[in-house]
């Protein structure tokens, strides 16, 4: 049987709030530090400006990953290094890429609140539930292994395409499909591939970029407002169904305490949404 109801959950600022709070200004400049950015004269301002925006749809629309695209801003980009320094060697600036990327993955866990509501998913009749996410390839094994480390069964959404109903959750990576999510090209996949054709309920929970970091262009206000309005146009036109939308949305200098409140409403929702499937 084809699934009748769809979970969405986004992953940087909904189901991970430390991947946004990793790009803080203090974390982010203790996390250039430590790696070795700061003494090629990467300040956290630098590392948004002519490092991350400039590379971002290459590295979330491609297989290349964050590493590289890091890495090339380093050797391509101009004033990296410091007057007076060596310059620092291809192994040197690969080693400052890995240290950097590595702890970037390993604070982008999620929330420990979402482990039970999470486990309750993927034995759910009739229903698929998918992290839909606009993010780097190195993500992808990154959140299978820590839906692994909570025994939760997760596929990336290419392993799940085009087989029976899996008993998992399925990652769907904006880098692994080729497209954000406020293009058709990842949704059309996804119905195709998961066998969404049936479907009569939608609950998409996503932050659309809102909880980002100042500096970061994916979240900067104009950008959120369309890229809402086209994700739920397309996932109206895509599936012919009216979806439902929670907006995580942190109030700014509270985030942590915000958190809980937003998760707590998300769990209610869930409750009714799943409740109006069994009912």
């Known amino acids: 049987m084809n699934p009748d109801k769809l979970i969405l959950f986004d992953y940087s600022g909904t189901l991970s709030l430390q991947a946004v709070l990793f790009g803080q200004e203090d974390s982010l400049r203790s996390a250039l530090e430590q790696s070795g950015f700061a003494r090629l004269g990467v300040t956290p301002a630098r590392f ?3 490092i991350v925006n400039p590379t971002w749809e290459e ?4 297989q290349v ?3 590289q695209v890091m890495l090339r801003g380093l050797v391509e980009g101009t004033g ?4 007076g320094a060596e310059p620092a060697s291809l192994p040197d600036l690969e080693g400052i890429v890995a240290d950097f990327v590595n702890s970037y993955l390993a604070a982008s866990r999620m929330e420990e609140a979402w482990r039970l509501l999470l486990r309750e998913l993927p034995n759910q009749r ?3 539930t998918v992290i839909a996410t606009d993010h780097y390839a190195e993500a ?14 997760a596929l990336a959404a290419k392993e799940a ?3 029976a109903q899996p008993a998992a959750l399925i990652v769907a990576n904006s880098a692994d499909l080729g497209a954000h999510k406020d293009s058709p090209s990842f949704w059309q996949p996804l119905k195709s591939g998961l066998g969404l054709h049936e479907l009569k309920d939608i609950l998409l929970v996503d932050d659309f970029g809102y909880n980002e970091q100042a500096g970061d262009a994916y979240g900067e206000r104009k950008r959120v407002q369309q890229r809402e309005d086209k994700t739920a146009w397309l996932l109206r036109e895509v599936f012919s169904v009216e979806p439902r939308i929670f907006r995580f949305f942190l109030e700014k200098g509270k985030k942590e305490q915000g958190y809980a409140n937003l998760m707590r409403r998300v769990a209610l929702l869930m409750d009714e949404f799943l409740d109006r499937e069994n009912g």
Do not use: H, M, N, V
């Open 65 to 67: 990953g964050y590493r």
């Open 59 to 62: 590295g979330s629309t491609t």
């Open 140 to 153: 992808t094994p990154a959140i299978l292994r820590y839906l692994a480390d909570w025994d939760i069964p």
């Open 80 to 83: 990296f290094q410091k007057a």
């Open 161 to 163: 395409f085009d087989t």
């Open 48 to 50: 948004w400006e002519e």
């Open 126 to 128: 009739g229903l698929c």
